[in-house]
């Protein structure tokens, strides 16, 4: 979960073997995160998606009604869309040791967005245009990327 950043992240201990916001490893830009990611804020509960609207990236968006999923204590069940995504993704989920992290996919973040409504995701990265839509669909911001 979040607390990989410090594992992994720019200063993590654990970056020789696994770069959270780097992509290059991957043959991609910006994969699951920017690149130029310095960490990941945590968002409070009543944060509306308006305060955060002016930073570039919302990411890992949970749906309010789900019941007994909490991004803190289980599996994350992480929304990608293209195959670079997803290899990333399943990289660092390899690396995980606290949280279990799945790696599902979808061909838009739309359709990522559709899939954690239906309960088979819990999070994706989304860009300030879904992140709005997402809070039409009832979802709520996370964490924040911060550059």
């Not at 279990?100 to 239906?118: N, R, T």
Request: net charge negative.
């Amino acid at each position: 979960g979040l607390g990989d950043q410090h594992l992994f992240g720019n200063s993590g201990k654990e970056k020789a073997r696994f770069e959270l916001f780097a992509s290059a490893p991957f043959r991609g830009t910006d994969l699951l995160f920017h690149d130029a990611t310095q960490h990941l804020q945590l968002l409070g509960e009543e944060t509306e998606i308006s305060q955060v609207l002016g930073l570039d990236y919302v990411t890992l968006l949970q749906g309010l009604g789900h019941e007994g999923s909490s991004l803190s204590n289980s599996l994350v069940r992480w929304c990608c869309i293209s195959d670079l995504e997803l290899r990333k993704c399943e990289e660092w989920a390899l690396n995980v040791r606290s949280d279990p992290l799945v790696c599902v996919q979808a061909d838009s973040m739309i359709g990522c967005l559709e899939l954690i409504k239906k309960n088979e995701a819990d999070a994706v990265t989304l860009d300030a245009t879904h992140a709005y839509f997402a809070e039409t669909c009832a979802l709520a911001p996370v964490a924040a990327e911060c550059y």
